[in-house]
């Protein structure tokens, strides 16, 4: 089935859902109105009336947020089989009309390789060197009509096929949930240190003394923090029979390969757990956030302690927060959390007969449910090893719009050079990076201690 109608199909089902939610809390509103001196009031909601009153109204959020995220995923797709369009690649049975032009299914069917034509292209091979060439263009004409022209890593060096960029670039990957999360933007070309204005104090107002006399005036402050540059790299040495003599080109197993490592290399080790030194500080290392201690284990003291981290950002950040990230382990024990007559205490999304979190669909990494009206992401890169045991897990609550993380345009290479004798070549995949969350620490709250230990079952 066509992706774009499942996302539309499962849009419209959610649709149907939150106006069946509406209904049943104007149902009861109006159950609940009455006469009283020749007006019509609503009378206080009974218990049962504000259980159920309060029921739809935490599904109604949940099922608007879903509703939000499969309009995005709607608009990603949508965007995708544009670009399809645009480069020759049939929706469903892809065909490349140009055969000058890489595609993801040409590289798995014998068309045009990139990385043979890489190769030949360092022996003179015009005919490569034109496909390259033209690649290029096409690449570079796409970034020129989405805004994203001003990249770093925009020098004389050929650019992968635009497959790869747009993987990389639009899709929510496995192995970097945490990342996606935050605000992504373009690395401006030929720096390596992005500044980022902060206001150190601010203005003040006061009461005027008398009439006519003069009024508070406090001057605002300023400062900025700053973002380092940092390249993050792959490689791989590949036989030169692979690359010249095989049926199948090898593009899309070592390009994916590297680009789904570099995914979780960037989730891992620059946004959560990055250290500071000579790399950027990720969120587990970041001075300044606010640490929730649990000391107890079980569901009911965790979600006792994530409470308290919501409340933390929202009396310090002035605003509420947008995720809770754990591990896949931490929420499989909400799951199997029970109460004293062994009702699961996270139930499926629409059956609130406890409240202490709602889950959508299985899912190994990303949203997997709600947890007081806030997503839920579980990403499996948050480590498991820290603490004074090193077998603590983390649950990061924080507002991800506050975070920044820039990324130039991946960059893949094939080199000749020294390995002629073994009669291999060497592939290179590199970007640049900078992430930066200190302009808000406060935005950020963590849950750990001796009860974030490993769970038993």
């Known amino acids: 089935m066509d992706p774009q109608k499942e996302l539309e199909d499962a849009i419209r089902a959610l649709l149907d859902q939150i106006k069946t939610r509406r209904d049943e809390m104007g149902t009861i509103l109006r159950d609940a109105k009455e006469q009283k001196d020749g007006a019509e009031v609503v009378r206080a909601l009974t218990d049962d009336e504000k259980t159920r009153f309060d029921a739809a109204e935490a599904d109604l959020t949940g099922l608007t947020e879903r509703k939000e995220q499969l309009e995005k995923q709607l608009s990603a797709e949508r965007a995708a089989q544009e670009d399809a369009k ?108 992005i500044n980022i204005p902060k206001i150190a104090t601010g203005t003040a107002v006061a009461f005027q003394g008398t009439q006519n006399t003069g009024i508070n005036e406090t001057d605002l402050t300023t400062t900025s923090i700053g973002a380092g540059v940092y390249t993050v790299a792959g490689g791989q040495t590949i036989a030169l029979q692979l690359v010249e003599q095989s049926p199948l080109n090898i593009d899309q197993v070592i390009l994916g390969d590297l680009t789904a490592d570099y995914a979780r290399f960037l989730d ?32 009911a003291s965790l979600y006792s302690k ?10 310090s950040r002035f605003a509420p927060p947008t995720h809770i990230v754990m591990h896949p382990r931490r929420w499989a024990t909400l799951l199997a959390a029970v109460d004293s007559s062994n009702r699961p205490l996270v139930v499926p999304n629409g059956q609130n007969f406890n409240p202490m979190g709602t889950a959508d669909a299985p899912a190994a990494e990303g949203v997997v449910g709600y947890m007081m009206g806030l997503p839920v992401v579980t990403d499996a890169n948050v480590p498991t090893n820290t603490g004074a045991g090193t077998n603590q897990d983390p649950v990061i609550v924080a507002k991800f719009d506050d975070l920044w993380l820039w990324e130039g345009r991946i960059r893949a290479e094939v080199f000749p050079q020294t390995y002629a004798a073994n009669a291999s070549l060497y592939a290179r995949l590199y970007n640049y990076v900078a992430f930066q969350a200190a302009r808000y620490p406060q935005s950020i709250a963590i849950v750990n201690g001796t009860g974030q230990v490993t769970p038993t079952f």
């Not at 994530?306 to 009396?315: D, F, K, L, N, R």
């Open 268 to 299: 891992a080790s620059v946004v959560l757990n990055g250290s500071g030194t000579n790399q950027p500080t990720g969120i587990l290392n970041l001075s300044g956030t606010t640490a929730v201690a649990n000391s107890t284990v079980g569901a």
């Open 86 to 193: 645009r480069y020759g690649v049939g929706v469903g049975g892809a065909h490349v009309t140009d055969p000058s032009v890489y595609t993801r299914t040409s590289s798995m069917n014998g068309g045009p390789s990139y990385f043979r034509d890489l190769y030949r292209s360092t022996r003179g091979d015009r005919d490569a060197i034109d496909r390259l060439v033209r690649n290029d263009r096409e690449v570079q004409d796409h970034f020129t009509r989405t805004g994203l022209t001003t990249v770093n890593g925009a020098g004389g060096e050929f650019v992968p096929p635009l497959w790869l960029e747009s993987d990389f670039v639009k899709y929510v990957r496995a192995g970097r949930k945490t990342a996606n999360l935050c605000v992504n933007d373009s690395l401006p070309a030929g720096t390596d240190s």
């Open 306 to 315: 994530v409470a308290g981290a919501v409340q933390s950002i929202e009396t």
